[in-house]
C-alpha cells in the first residue's frame, strides 16, 4: 500500500534540495540567531533593523514601515537601483558598510561563505516562526 512520506523526510529532502542551490535554509535559521535582536523575518514587525519578510528581491531602503528610520545612505542605494538579489545580499552581509558606504547596521558582517549562502537560503524560504 502506498504510504506518504513522513513530513521529517519531506524536511530532510527539502533540505539537501536547498543544499545543492547552494545554502541550507535549516542552517541558515541558526545563523539568523545572529541577527534576531534586530530583525525579524518571520514577520513583518520592526525591530532596531527593519523586518526581513520577503526582503530576497526587495529594493534596498524600501520596507514601507522602515521608511522614516533608514539611514539616507540606505534609501538612496535603493534609489539608485541596489535590489536585494543573492548576489547583493551576500555581499552586504559579507562587509555591510563596505557594501552600502555610510549605512547605520552595526553589524561588522559574517566571516563565512556557508553561513551566508544558509542565512540567505533562511530568508528566501519564506521563514515561519
Ligand atoms: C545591531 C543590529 C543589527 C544586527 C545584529 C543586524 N542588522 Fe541588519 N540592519 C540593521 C539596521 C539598523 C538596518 C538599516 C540600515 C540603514 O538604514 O542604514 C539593517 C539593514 C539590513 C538589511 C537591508 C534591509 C533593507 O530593507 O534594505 C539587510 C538585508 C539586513 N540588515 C540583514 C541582516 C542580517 C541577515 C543580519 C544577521 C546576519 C543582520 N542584518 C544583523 C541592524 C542590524
Given at each position: 500500500m502506498f504510504r506518504a512520506a513522513s513530513p521529517a523526510g519531506l524536511l530532510l529532502?527539502?533540505?539537501a534540495l536547498a543544499a545543492h542551490a547552494g545554502g541550507d535554509p535549516a542552517l541558515g535559521k541558526h545563523v539568523f540567531n545572529?541577527?534576531?535582536?534586530?530583525?525579524?523575518?518571520?514577520?513583518?514587525?520592526?525591530?532596531?533593523?527593519?523586518?526581513?519578510m520577503g526582503v530576497v528581491g526587495r529594493t534596498a531602503g524600501s520596507a514601507e514601515s522602515f521608511l522614516g528610520h533608514y539611514s539616507e545612505a540606505m534609501k538612496s542605494a535603493g534609489a539608485a537601483g541596489l535590489v536585494w538579489n543573492e548576489a547583493n545580499l551576500a555581499e552586504y552581509l559579507k562587509a555591510p558598510k563596505l557594501?552600502?558606504?555610510?549605512?547605520?547596521?552595526?553589524?561588522?558582517?559574517l566571516t563565512s561563505d556557508d553561513d551566508i549562502a544558509n542565512v540567505i537560503a533562511y530568508l528566501k524560504a519564506d521563514p515561519k516562526p
Open positions: 529532502l527539502a533540505s545572529r541577527c534576531i535582536a534586530c530583525h525579524e523575518a518571520a514577520t513583518d514587525r520592526d525591530k532596531v533593523g527593519p523586518h526581513l557594501k552600502v558606504p555610510g549605512n547605520k547596521m552595526a553589524f561588522g558582517g
